[in-house]
């Protein structure tokens, strides 16, 4: 099976700017979860996505958005972009929704904003 | 409540050394606790997990010992290799709680 594939894999912005990323689960999985991974905070939730329903989100502005189509593949949004949104952004997908199972992680898409 | 502390933030470990790595929580509803490796460049991957219900895990090299009572989980990499040299995150979830709360990482480095 092919793992969890993310694009683009890097991306330079400007402020202000938006930005959308995207991500292809593992076949037959229909959850999808994203982080955003800095030196300074670690790994921290974004939300997560269950057939195309958001089931939980983290503690982030509302300049970040996402959302899951019918064939599981996801994106997410960033508008209005600042610097401290320079991170990598990582995608995990997994077959069953609710946590408490195994997540399986894209390589992730470094975004720098300028 | 949601946090996951972690220690130490570095660890430097001799070849064929054990290397200890310390989480604790807060929310007795957590019930999965995963362990991932991350190396630069990559996405973490799942290295092993235990549910609360056992005390202690083994996967080769690889032990998580689980302390109900405490709070605390560690993994315990034995006979360390330059290899296992990358960055390790413990973790915890819920049933239903459709999110993860990850510990702020370990960088290891194994010193051959």
């Known amino acids: 099976k092919a793992g969890v594939t993310q694009t683009p894999r890097y991306l330079i912005k400007t402020r202000g700017q938006q930005v959308t990323l995207s991500c292809s689960p593992i076949?037959?999985?229909?959850?999808v979860s994203w982080y955003q991974q800095t030196p300074g905070q670690g790994l921290q939730f974004l939300f997560e996505y269950f057939s195309e329903t958001q089931r939980n989100k983290g503690n982030f502005p509302g300049r970040f958005s996402g959302r899951q189509f019918s064939n599981s593949r996801s994106e997410m949004n960033v508008s209005t972009l600042e610097l401290g949104d320079s991170a990598l952004y990582l995608c995990?997908?997994?077959?069953?929704?609710?946590?408490?199972?195994?997540?399986?992680f894209g390589p992730g898409t470094r975004l720098t904003v300028l | 409540q949601q946090q996951v502390k972690q220690s130490p933030q570095s660890l430097i470990v001799q070849k064929g050394g054990i290397s200890i790595i310390n989480c604790a929580y807060e929310?007795?509803?957590?019930?999965?606790f995963p362990w991932y490796q991350q190396f630069p460049g990559k996405g973490p991957a799942l290295l092993i997990a235990?549910?609360?219900?056992?005390s202690e895990k083994k996967e080769g090299r690889f032990t998580i010992s689980f302390n109900k009572s405490a709070k605390q989980f560690s993994l315990h990499i034995m006979d360390s290799q330059p290899g296992d040299s990358a960055t390790y995150f413990c973790?915890?979830?819920?049933?239903?709680?459709?999110?993860?709360?990850f510990g702020a990482g370990t960088r290891l480095f194994v010193k051959a």
């Open positions: 929310n007795t509803a957590f019930d999965y």
């Open positions: 076949s037959g999985h229909r959850s």
């Open positions: 995990a997908s997994s077959s069953y929704s609710g946590g408490a199972n195994e997540q399986f």
């Open positions: 973790a915890a979830s819920y049933t239903g709680g459709f999110k993860t709360i």
């Open positions: 235990i549910r609360p219900d056992v």
